[in-house]
Nanobody
């Protein structure tokens, strides 16, 4: 069974920065992708960014150039740098991982519990 442990987040002023981290553990046979989503109050959960096994990153247009997603070399761990944060980006941020568990297992999605990011002066 895969577990995702998120860290970082908290309160930051508009224009400030935060670093989120997500570490996946368990019998992970193949890494397909890891991603971040966010859900603002009263809104649907939306995709923000993801990274594939070969290191390719894709970002939501509204965060392109401000957020950076990277993978730790020898671990199923990602760091997510959030720069120049805006008030409207206040949300619960969720880590997602798509892995196969055990040799020959099918790919499946796993979720962290979510961490709060509050952008406020």
């Amino acid at each position: 069974q895969v577990q995702l442990v998120e860290s970082g987040g908290g309160l930051v002023q508009p224009g400030g920065s935060l670093r989120l981290s997500c570490a996946a553990s368990g019998n992970i046979f193949r890494f397909y992708t890891m991603a971040w989503y966010r859900q603002a109050p009263g809104q649907e959960r939306e995709w923000v960014a993801h990274i594939t096994g070969d290191g390719t990153t894709v970002y939501r247009a509204s965060v392109e150039g401000r957020f950076t997603l990277s993978r730790v070399n020898a671990k199923n761990t990602v760091n997510f740098e959030l720069n120049s944060l805006k008030f409207e980006e206040t949300a619960v941020y969720y880590c997602n991982g798509r892995f196969s568990v055990g040799e020959g297992g099918p790919p499946s999605d796993y979720w962290g519990q979510g961490i709060q990011v509050i952008v406020s002066s």
